[in-house]
């Protein structure tokens, strides 16, 4: 049986008054459900968090799921939501309490390489780097270029999932790299005068 019509035959079963039948869609998609709010939130804490208030919304929303779409689409659409509502969240409580060198921990998600002593230097020292022009994205930012690059979602896709304007998503995602870029070009600027 395909995944969709898993999906489709839970759903039914779901809404035919078995709610028991939602932990099938929880087991199917729970793992990428979790990769994606990680990815997003940078912090496990805050991707069990994100993964619980998903589940939680489909479960309560799914009779406004339309049947001829894709179960898992409209899942990640939900989750990507409530990523970007913890990131707010974050940021406007960050922006009242902590100093501006407080980051999340992003390294699960760039590889690190060759294990060597100066590979790990170097790749700490871009870990670092990814960190701080992360932490310089607005929320919108960070959802949109996590959105693109690590989970491969097209424009379109993340207009959807975070309520924008094509274009809009388009300008978040391309300020994020633009922001990224300069952190990077800046180590990498640093690197070649110290091989000098």
Known sequence: MQDAEADAQAVAR?????????????ERHGRAVHRLAFRMTGNEQDAEDVVQES?????????????RAQFGSWLYRI??????????ARARRLARTEPADATPDLDASVPTGDPGPDRLLAGAEVRRRIRAAM???????????????????SIAEIAQALDLQGEAAKQSVFRAVRKLRGALAEHAQGALRAKA
């Not at 028991?20 to 869609?25: G, K, T, W």
């Not at 589940?55 to 049947?67: P, T, V």
């Not at 989750?79 to 707010?88: E, I, P």
């Open 14 to 26: 779901v809404r035919a008054g078995e709610p028991e039948a939602f932990r099938v869609l929880m």
């Open 135 to 153: 932490s310089r994205m607005s929320a919108l930012e960070r959802s949109a270029f996590t959105l693109r690059h690590l989970e491969g979602m």
């Open 79 to 88: 989750a990507a939501n409530c990523s970007y509502d913890l990131l707010r």
């Open 55 to 67: 589940f939680l919304r489909a479960f309560r929303n799914l009779d406004h799921f339309e049947a």
